[in-house]
């Protein structure tokens, strides 16, 4: 009987552990995506004109003026900066409202730079 209750003891701490271990190498692969910063979105790019922004092109939603290295998103706060291959861009715009969080929007001084860019999906790392 003592034999009987040995091995259920170490049957059960056996799993125990396993179990342990199981749960700390899930919940650390977890929390190393969570904390990851590299993600990746779908940008484009605009530029200064009635006709691809509102009624005055110049000055973005935070109200400034446009400048190179600004971006449009609509979660991020105003300032936040991001890394888009190894360039830096800043937070300054909002696009319309039918676009998620994980859409992007670079000016360009230059309409055909901005067609040639057309849509993109890039990583970025927010910094």
Do not use: W
């Amino acid at each position: 009987m003592m034999a009987i209750k040995k091995k259920f003891v170490l049957l059960f701490l056996g799993k125990a552990v396993l179990i342990g271990l199981l749960f700390l190498v899930v919940r650390q692969s977890a929390e190393i995506d969570l904390d990851s910063s590299v993600r990746i979105g779908v940008f484009t790019a605009y530029t200064a004109s009635v006709f691809q922004t509102d009624s005055t092109p110049a000055i973005t939603a935070s109200n400034i003026s446009v400048r190179k290295g600004v971006v449009a998103n609509n979660c991020l706060p105003f300032g936040t900066k991001i890394k888009v291959d190894n360039k830096i861009f800043e937070i300054q715009d909002r696009m319309n409202q039918r676009y998620g969080c994980d859409s992007f929007d670079i000016y360009m001084t230059r309409y055909h730079r901005a067609k040639d860019f057309g849509r993109q999906t890039l990583k970025y790392e927010i910094i």
